[in-house]
């Protein structure tokens, strides 16, 4: 704080779980609150394959966070990429288009995510784009739907094929729940739709490097999980590494040392994540250390050493082996707001942030879900009702709420889904193979 500005700034990055909900959190406090996020709006990313496969809108997961923020008097949100942070003059600098913005703090809550990581193979991402961003849901639904309208065009049966191959790399809850999702949708929703092929015989692939799908879930769960996943006709391939992905599809190098190549024409990568680079950029400056995927080693109160004003949380975190959910960056953004207001109002603050496993799940299908809460373990329909009654609770909106539970409604017990618009632009050019490189900093 300065002399010239009375009121304590804190400066937020991101407008995920870690930073909305920091916000939120600091509604009370004598502080003035800046958002700056490079996205207009929060993703509730645990829904993003249902856009991604026509079920839900990108406005019922990703409402505006101006809007959301409106009645928060001491809260203003700014859209801007944050490309520099300087731990030293405590500014952050920000741009959109022709404008730069500096924006200085007292206090920095730095909750920018992870983004989709490649293990180095940053090649396949035109080819094999991952689901972090409402831009990559689009762009997925354009490509598992256009791969459809491609297929119907195509005279020749080995391209038909190749068209109706969907494969999907990595076997944790997104890649179960896109191959659930695209087998439904090819059994169900589209069955009817076309003339020349039959969207039925599609293939659903889903290629895992490890020994199980849905490994964090325990090996009862996993080997369930599998079960249902082949009675639904999806082909899991386990101890698969994908060593390439072309337009041609991709090649899988088994661990009994079998190389195969699957034509497909539609490649989703769900196999990895890598954490923003400003953490590298503040690690940097304040000497703290960041892992194999770019997360930061924070203290244990969250902050970087040497600097108890700037906290980094959720996705961006490397410490005591916690997972990338939503409930590490909202329990971490209620930690960081609990200790500014402490530090402001003279109270002695809390030194180290203890995380409460509240559990997890993964849909399979439609009525179909694994849930871990505790020591419980729950499979089937009940794991699916305690899935969508979770999903709604912290759903952002009653108006999304709403609008959510009517397309659930539509997609689960009628067999259509309301959202399966897309466009060539989307597609980023894979449907004509012209594929355009991603513009950096977008989604
Ligand atoms: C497909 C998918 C499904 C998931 N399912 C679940 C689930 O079922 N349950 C669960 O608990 N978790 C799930 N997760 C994980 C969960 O969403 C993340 O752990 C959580 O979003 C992390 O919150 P965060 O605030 O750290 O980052 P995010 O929520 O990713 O927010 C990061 C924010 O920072 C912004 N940003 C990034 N870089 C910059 C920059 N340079 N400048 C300005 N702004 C920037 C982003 O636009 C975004 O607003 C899922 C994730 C994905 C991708």
Request: aromatic share 8%; glycine share 10%; net charge neutral.
């Amino acid at each position: 704080m300065d002399s010239q500005h009375p009121r304590h700034r804190v400066v937020i990055i991101g407008s995920g779980f870690g930073g909305l909900f920091a916000a939120k959190r600091l509604k009370r406090a004598d502080v003035d609150v800046t958002l700056i996020s490079r996205v207009s709006h929060h993703t509730f990313q645990p829904l993003l394959y249902q856009v991604a496969t026509g079920i839900l809108s990108q406005g019922e997961i990703a409402p505006a966070t101006r809007e959301i923020l409106k009645r928060q008097k001491n809260a203003e949100v700014l859209l801007g990429e944050v490309s520099d942070i300087d731990l030293a003059a405590r500014t952050v600098t920000s741009a959109v288009g022709p404008h730069s913005t500096v924006t200085e703090y007292d206090s920095l809550i730095l909750a920018a995510g992870a983004e989709t990581g490649y293990f180095g193979n940053d090649a396949f991402e035109p080819f094999a784009p991952g689901l972090k961003s409402i831009d990559d849901a689009l762009e997925l639904r354009a490509r598992i739907y256009g791969a459809f309208e491609m297929a119907e065009l195509e005279p020749d049966p080995a391209s038909v094929e190749a068209w109706m191959t969907f494969v999907v790399v990595g076997a944790g809850p997104t890649g179960v729940e896109l191959a659930g999702q695209i087998i439904e949708l090819s059994r169900r929703t589209i069955k009817n739709d076309f003339r020349r092929i039959d969207p039925r015989r599609a293939r659903v692939i889903l290629i895992e490097g490890g020994d199980h799908v849905l490994a964090s879930f325990g090996p009862k769960q996993s080997l369930k999980a599998q079960e249902q996943l082949a009675r639904m006709g999806i082909d899991v391939r386990l101890q698969g590494m994908v060593d390439a992905v072309n337009e041609t599809g991709v090649e899988v190098r088994y661990r009994d040392g079998r190389v195969e190549h699957i034509a497909s024409r539609c490649v989703i990568w769900a196999a990895g994540v890598q954490a923003s680079g400003l953490g590298a950029q503040v690690a940097e400056q304040s000497g703290a250390e960041v892992d194999r995927s770019g997360r930061v080693k924070v203290l244990p109160d969250l902050t970087l050493p040497g600097h108890p004003e700037v906290f980094v949380l959720g996705d961006m975190i490397a410490l005591d082996d916690l997972p990338g959910v939503a409930q590490v960056a909202m329990q971490g953004a209620k930690f960081s707001a609990k200790k500014i207001r402490a530090r402001l109002e003279d109270r002695e603050e809390e030194t180290t942030f203890h995380y409460f496993d509240k559990g997890s799940m993964a849909t399979i299908s439609r009525f179909r879900a694994v849930a871990n809460v505790g020591r419980l373990e729950l499979r089937g329909f009940i794991a699916w009702c305690a899935w969508l009654f979770i999903h709604i609770l912290y759903l952002v909106g009653f108006q999304e709420k709403v609008s959510t539970l009517g397309h659930w409604a539509v997609a689960f017990i009628g067999r259509s889904r309301a959202e399966r618009t897309f466009t060539l632009e989307q597609a980023r050019g894979s449907l004509t193979n012209e594929r355009e490189p991603r513009v950096p900093g977008t989604g």
